[in-house]
Nanobody
């Protein structure tokens, strides 16, 4: 699994961004794919994830209703659509792969991308 994120950038509060994460490996469809973010000076935090088998999704409360995770197994890509962005959403966004579901701590994800920066201005 080799993950590469893209789509970050600078956006005004209330705006939208769609992040992508592509896996260059051949086992993408077997993994739970998660999104995390890390703000300056803070720990990496879980945002949401999508299940490998039935596309179930799970989001933290702050992301519910604003963020949507989807995946395209034919393209080995998972997406994070973010709307209603707030300055507090600023950070480096990482995608990660896990063999587990219902375990969303960073330690449960064995493969990580390098991240993409999202900056939301007020």
């Amino acid at each position: 699994v080799q993950l590469v994120e893209s789509g970050g950038g600078l956006v005004q509060a209330g705006g939208s961004l769609k992040l992508s994460c592509q896996d260059s490996g051949d086992t993408f469809s077997s993994f739970t794919m998660g999104w995390f973010r890390q703000a300056p000076g803070k720990e990496r935090e879980f945002v949401g994830a999508i299940n490998w088998s039935d596309d179930r999704t799970y989001y933290v409360d702050d992301a519910k209703g604003r963020f949507t995770i989807s995946r395209d197994n034919d393209k080995n890509t998972v997406y994070l659509r973010m709307t209603g962005l707030k300055p507090d959403d600023t950070g480096v966004y990482y995608c990660a792969a896990s063999l587990l579901w219902n375990d969303f701590v960073p330690e449960a994800f064995g493969s990580w991308g390098l991240g993409t920066q999202v900056t939301v201005s007020s």
